[in-house]
């Protein structure tokens, strides 16, 4: 009987073993890409434990513009016990404002043990099971796709780290699977970025994107200036060095080492490129982690001085792999090949979603950014006056990294997040589209605790203009932003008031105590 040993079938199962033994068993070690990997995510971590601490209690605090126990209560009553598996939060058991608070700095404590060289999956569990209970609860204000993105970036760390907390370098050898997975992520998140620009914006595909970029994005940084008066062929080639660094480069994480070493530079260089134009949060920070995948130790090698190489490399050279962290990886990637379905499809479809989850846990996400880019900066401002005549004095409230005062540098800040700022931009856009303040009950809410004086709104503002006692008038204008053509007089902006997006409230304002009333928040109406 004639053999079969050259047949389809074993072609086949060649080429499956082949790719099953690479993904395994590739000959290189991840150790100092464990290393960088996990010191780089502690610091995601801890600017986003930090900024949640410093904010949480007047966002969403139990006095807070949106607060996280009345959101719990409400969804209980909408969707009862399914709520449970909705809403994925330890603060279902409390959600005091000390419980919440407790949680951030504790996350900031954890942060700090990762970044100190501390390698432990449950220290890492705890980070993702902490972060994910306070993003559930974040409602509008953390509501980011770079929050779905530290959560699927965290939960794959889990894995990457052995079960007994050790030191920089443990003795069980990074899975490779799970940098597989990182791979699986950057790859997903580069690809999501370039379709969902290719297909909502036109500027994208006639090259024009940078030519306004720079000046709306939502927090500038000082270079954005110089960068929105370049020359027109810069913004053109920065449009396809994005095109070239989100659609080509990804393909090649999956590559030999050269390749993927090559493709690992140019993922990096376009984050930080954006860190250096912009303050986008801690996203370009969290996108570096999982290129950084890209890389082996043959890379990290490089940069570590040539008196610590051999006795670094002989630690390198003891680590083992860990039967029982093989079989968890094993079973992550099933999980993950499961729940990457619904993503790929989301890839594919004309309706391409930006930033989603397919699952309360936040497993495995769509991702996207600046899908469309405004060609017009509009700010909404808030001014309030002592004074009830027509001439009355109006004097405007600052936000810490927003266009406020035309004189004011553009802020360096990120990867912290100022969230009120972020959501201002976003009315901003808003308003000059014609939406209507009602899509915004937190904008009133704020509006009204201004006008009552609480202390907790005023720790978000850069400027207070009624230090002493509330003003009695508060209203919103609609402004439109420019970067100014010449620093010789050194202003950084122009500005031409273009509306009015909120005429004059007080408290004794009906409809604003209607308003106020109907969402049932702690420091309304008295007469509640």
Not at 338 to 349: H, K, Q, T, W
Not at 365 to 391: K, Q
Not at 428 to 437: M, P
Not at 449 to 456: D, F, I, P, T, Y
């Amino acid at each position: 009987m004639p053999s079969m040993a050259g047949g389809p079938d074993s072609e086949l199962g060649s080429f499956r073993t082949s790719w099953w033994q690479r993904v395994t068993n590739e000959p290189a070690s991840y150790e100092l890409t464990r290393f960088v990997i996990l010191r780089l995510l502690g610091l995601v971590y801890l600017f986003a434990f930090f900024s949640l601490a410093r904010q949480l209690e007047p966002l969403i605090g139990s006095h807070g513009l949106v607060p996280a126990g009345q959101f719990l209560a409400a969804k209980k009553g909408e969707l009862g016990t399914g709520a449970y598996w909705r809403i994925p939060t330890l603060f279902w058991f409390t959600s005091s404002d000390a419980a919440m608070l407790g949680a951030a700095w504790l996350g900031v404590v954890l942060s700090l043990g990762v970044l100190v060289g501390v390698t432990s999956a449950p220290l890492q569990f705890a980070l993702w099971i902490l972060y994910s209970s306070l993003v559930h609860v974040g409602q509008i204000f953390y509501g980011y796709g770079w929050e779905l993105q530290l959560l699927e970036t965290g939960l794959l760390a889990v894995f990457l780290c052995p079960l007994r907390p050790r030191g920089p370098f443990p003795t069980a050898a990074t899975p490779k699977i799970v940098i597989w997975l990182l791979r699986w992520l950057i790859f997903r998140v580069m690809l999501g970025a370039a379709l969902i620009k290719l297909r909502n914006d036109s500027c994208w595909r006639d090259f024009t994107c940078l030519d306004y970029h720079f000046e709306t994005q939502p927090n500038p940084g000082p270079l954005a200036w110089r960068l929105h008066h370049a020359p027109h062929f810069v913004h053109v080639a920065g449009v396809l060095f994005n095109y070239f660094e989100e659609l080509v480069a990804p393909w090649f994480a999956f590559g030999r080492r050269r390749w993927r070493h090559a493709a690992g530079v140019c993922l990096v260089a376009l984050q930080v490129s954006l860190i250096l134009s912009g303050n986008l949060s801690f996203l370009n920070w969290l996108t570096i982690v999982p290129a950084l995948a890209c890389f082996d130790d043959t890379a990290f090698m490089r940069l570590v001085p040539a008196r610590w190489r051999r006795p670094l490399a002989a630690r390198i050279a003891l680590a083992t792999p860990s039967r029982a962290q093989m079989r968890a990886t094993q079973a992550l990637a099933a999980i993950v090949a499961l729940f990457s379905v619904a993503p790929v499809l989301n890839l594919l479809s004309c309706d391409q979603e930006m930033n989603g989850s397919f699952d309360p846990l936040a497993i495995v996400n769509t991702y996207g950014a600046f899908g469309s880019v405004d060609r017009a900066r509009y700010e909404v401002i808030l001014e309030g006056t002592e004074e009830l005549g027509p001439g009355a004095d109006w004097r405007e409230y600052e936000l810490p990294c927003m266009p406020g005062s035309l004189r004011r540098r553009p802020c360096v800040v990120g990867p912290y997040q100022h969230r009120l700022d972020w959501q201002m931009w976003f009315v901003g856009n808003g308003a000059a589209r014609g939406e209507a303040v009602e899509n915004e009950p937190w904008l009133v809410h704020l509006i009204w605790q201004l006008l009552e004086g609480e202390a907790l709104p005023k720790r978000l503002l850069a400027r207070d203009p009624f230090p002493d006692a509330p003003p009695r008038r508060i209203r919103a204008g609609l402004w439109q932003y420019r970067f100014s053509d010449s620093r010789a007089d050194g202003a950084w902006w122009t500005r031409k008031r273009v509306g009015e997006f909120l005429p004059p409230l007080s408290l004794e304002s009906a409809p604003l105590r209607d308003y106020v009333r109907a969402y049932a928040w702690p420091d309304g109406p008295a007469d509640l």
